[in-house]
């Protein structure tokens, strides 16, 4: 298996536009997060995914984050519209049945918003 | 003050020693807890876990220590080489909720 797959490795935007991230959880996983790592904060969940259907977004800062997991293949991370304080590296990982050894990380996006 | 961001613990040994990085964690319920480590520029990759029904647990050099009393859990690395430097994090569980990272150890490995 290839593992967590992200994308785009990097993304650079300016203030206001829209940026979708992109994750590919490894297949079979039946959970899926979302997180962001920043100096500030260090790693905070943002959301999380059960079978699909969200569980738990209250991480997402506020209503310009949403998240969709249209399959379970599948899961995008907009924010809309963007702005600099959301400037940080955003991981998604995915895991069987929610033990934590089975957490596995995609190499994360690097978001930079100017 | 205003904060200006984490101050990541650091830790710098010299290669071949053994490296001892500890860990708090404040909720007493937490019974599953578990040892990432994050090179620059990837994700976190998990290390070793333990259950709260034990309190050591060993890995290919590396051992974990889990104290509940003192709700205390250390990462042993034996023989640590240069590939081990990064940013390990511990995160601890409690049944029917999501993990929860400390703010990470910065390891450095001097040749």
């Known amino acids: 298996d290839a593992g967590v797959i992200q994308s785009p490795r990097h993304e650079v935007t300016e203030m206001g536009q829209e940026v979708t991230l992109r994750c590919k959880p490894i297949?079979?996983?039946?959970?899926l997060f979302w997180y962001r790592q920043t100096m500030m904060r260090g790693l905070e969940l943002l959301i999380y995914?059960?079978?699909?259907?969200?569980?738990?977004d209250s991480g997402m800062p506020e209503d310009r984050f949403s998240a969709k997991m249209p399959n379970a293949s599948f899961s995008t991370l907009k924010i809309q519209p963007s702005e600099p304080r959301d400037s940080a590296v955003y991981f998604c990982?995915?895991?069987?049945?929610?033990?934590?050894?089975?957490?596995?990380f995609g190499s994360g996006t690097r978001l930079t918003v100017v | 003050g205003e904060s200006v961001g984490l101050h990541l613990p650091t830790l710098s040994v010299q290669e071949g020693d053994n490296s001892i990085i500890n860990c708090a964690y404040s909720?007493?319920?937490?019974?599953?807890f578990i040892w990432y480590k994050q090179e620059s520029g990837k994700g976190p990759q998990f290390i070793i876990d333990?259950?709260?029904?034990?309190d050591k647990r060993q890995g290919q050099r590396v051992t974990v220590l889990l104290n509940k009393t003192v709700k205390h859990l250390s990462l042993q690395i034996a023989a640590t080489q240069p590939g081990d430097s990064a940013v390990y994090f511990c995160?601890?569980?409690?049944?029917?909720?999501?993990?929860?990272f400390g703010e990470g150890t910065q390891l450095t490995v001097n040749p």
């Open positions: 990982a995915s895991s069987f049945e929610d033990r934590a050894h089975g957490y596995t």
């Open positions: 297949s079979g996983h039946d959970y």
């Open positions: 995914f059960n079978n699909n259907v969200p569980i738990d």
């Open positions: 909720n007493s319920a937490s019974d599953y």
């Open positions: 333990i259950r709260s029904n034990m």
């Open positions: 995160a601890d569980q409690t049944s029917g909720s999501r993990l929860t």
